[in-house]
């Protein structure tokens, strides 16, 4: 790092590869850049009505203007909503800022949500079940509470014996709870919470308002014209939090979110916005073959070499937000990386693990004192098994000893 030398290479290193949720990377060197240009990132989530409010009651519509916070709670919603008592008309959720029209995702699961404009709990929620009296049917509810969810439940609680529970979404307001749920002495432990990914996380959203406040009309979706005042706003968490959160956890609607936020509501946008960062670092001829698509790297469609990792990881070292991106890596041994072996807290890393992809790259400081930027990216058949990260740490106590010419 001091330096910029190239110490080692070692197998095809140009060689352009799927590299997992490294791309979170160049998403959050983007995102650090976007902002410094244009004085932040603004996901602030906007609360409007038309009509007028009496007695904290509105009579009128609520409208909920969403930018991409998808952290947005319950508890913000609560908070920002405790001025009124009661709403006369109609939700109106607003996710129009992204243009998210023909976004798919190939997984399934929680991890895996779509990218929204509006949306709550990274675009998911969970039901939970807690078993009631031996016999009875267990007590089900979904959080963030929603009362336009409805469940098909023919699960009982059992007094001892095997847990055969199983909870199957069918859409985003039904579930169906089948098998048997042992009865434990505590409730808490015998609770069973799954995750589910929301299909669509802005009318979620808006169920959930009129849930908390008891709204008698319709939830709808529509832009929010001119002319509507303003109730409230929801900030989202300080960027470098954000992105911090972010690469810890290795969210991908956050991700996701934070490239259609820099492109201002187009992917293509943001993905050109991480490849203008790539031409002011240097790096625009070292693949001719890069190609990103997406924000979190789920898309094998990502296309990077180890060689392009490294240099923009050092190259990044040189700009005035470098600081908050490293501080966003999570240390060796932690986040996503707590499963390896290799827990020497000199290193900051991302971790990159799809079916045939484990990438890994970062910083660290090897035993001379020398500070390190290094990348490691393997496509094969089942890469991302263990032994692949075993093979990662191989990599880092490498370093870490020294030994690099």
Request: no cysteine.
């Given at each position: 790092m001091e330096t910029g030398t190239v110490m080692t290479k070692a197998g095809n290193t140009d060689n352009v590869l799927t590299p997992g949720s490294l791309v979170k990377l160049f998403t959050s060197g983007a995102a650090f850049d976007y902002a410094k240009d244009n004085d932040g990132i603004d996901m602030t989530t906007t609360i409007k009505y038309s009509g007028t409010i009496s007695n904290n009651i509105l009579k009128g519509d609520l409208y909920i203007v969403g930018r991409g916070n998808a952290l947005l709670s319950i508890v913000d919603l609560k908070d920002a909503l405790k001025g009124l008592k009661a709403v006369e008309g109609d939700v109106v959720v607003d996710d129009s800022l992204f243009n998210t029209r023909g976004f798919k995702r190939t997984r399934r699961g929680p991890a895996y949500a779509c990218p929204s404009a509006l949306g709550m709990d990274l675009h998911t929620a969970a039901v939970v079940v807690t078993p009631t009296s031996h016999g009875e049917a267990p007590s089900v509810r979904i959080e963030p509470m929603n009362d336009n969810v409805r469940f098909a439940i023919s699960a009982r609680a059992i007094e001892g014996g095997i847990n055969t529970l199983?909870?199957?979404?069918?859409?985003?307001?039904?579930?169906?709870?089948?098998?048997?749920?042992?009865?434990?002495?505590?409730?808490?432990?015998?609770?069973?919470?799954?995750?589910?990914?929301?299909?669509?996380?802005?009318?979620?959203?808006?169920?959930?308002?009129?849930?908390?406040?008891?709204?008698?009309?319709?939830?709808?979706?529509?832009?929010?014209?001119?002319?509507l005042k303003e109730l409230a706003k929801v900030e989202a968490p300080e960027l470098k939090d954000?992105?911090?959160?972010?690469?810890?956890?290795?969210?991908?609607?956050?991700?996701?979110?934070?490239?259609?936020?820099?492109?201002?509501?187009?992917?293509?946008?943001?993905?050109?916005?991480?490849?203008?960062?790539?031409?002011?670092?240097?790096?625009s001829t070292v693949d001719a073959n890069v190609n990103i698509a997406d924000g979190s790297g789920l898309s094998k469609g990502n296309k990077v070499s180890a060689d392009l990792t490294a240099r923009y990881l050092y190259e990044v070292s040189k700009r005035p937000w470098f600081d908050d991106f490293k501080e966003s890596l999570p240390k060796a041994g932690e986040g996503t990386s707590e499963g390896m072996d290799f827990k020497d807290k000199r290193f900051s890393i991302k971790t990159g693990v799809l079916e045939d992809a484990f990438a890994l790259g970062g910083y660290g400081t090897d035993n001379r004192g020398r500070d390190i930027a290094f990348s490691y990216i393997v496509n094969v058949p089942g890469a991302g098994l263990a032994g692949a990260e075993r093979a990662g740490a191989a990599v880092m106590e490498h370093i870490a000893g020294g030994v690099l010419k």
């Open positions: 199983e909870i199957i979404k069918i859409d985003d307001n039904a579930y169906k709870v089948t098998g048997n749920i042992p009865v434990s002495v505590s409730m808490t432990t015998a609770t069973i919470k799954k995750r589910f990914a929301i299909d669509d996380p802005a009318i979620y959203t808006g169920h959930v308002i009129k849930t908390i406040l008891g709204v008698g009309g319709n939830v709808r979706r529509a832009k929010a014209g001119a002319g954000l992105i911090k959160d972010m690469n810890v956890n290795s969210l991908n609607v956050v991700a996701d979110n934070l490239l259609f936020s820099i492109g201002e509501g187009s992917s293509k946008k943001g993905i050109e916005a991480v490849k203008d960062l790539f031409k002011e670092l240097g790096l």
